[in-house]
């Protein structure tokens, strides 16, 4: 029976497979249940939206929102892509919210 820091660093490999594909965005169904849960609760994986994460630090405090920023802009991108396809842009006005255009 594998010990949970084996368990930890199988989680940790299946994030970074997923960091190495360039993504930012992690959905759900990109993790196993098990792998993102674990990765939650030790603090690698930080929920941004329903069902959406970024990969997080588990040093980091609660309000910290230094890994949001540096991930922001890929995490829109990854996130329409996956919403829209190609079907989006983002408004030039980008100062107080994310505005979705037709094409």
Not at 2 to 23: F, H, I, M, V, Y
Request: proline share 5%; net charge positive.
């Amino acid at each position: 029976m594998a010990t949970p820091s084996e368990n930890l660093a199988k989680s940790l490999q299946s994030l970074k497979a997923l960091q190495d594909e360039g993504l930012v965005a992690i959905h759900t169904s990109k993790l196993s249940r098990t792998d993102r849960e674990r990765l939650i609760k030790q603090g690698f994986l930080r929920e941004v939206m329903k069902g959406w994460y970024i990969s997080s630090s588990p040093n980091e405090k609660d309000g910290d929102s230094t890994p949001w920023y540096t991930a922001f802009w890929r995490f829109c991108g990854q996130y329409l892509d996956a919403r829209f396809g190609g079907n989006w842009s983002l408004s030039p006005n980008l100062t107080t919210r994310l505005m979705l255009a037709p094409r």
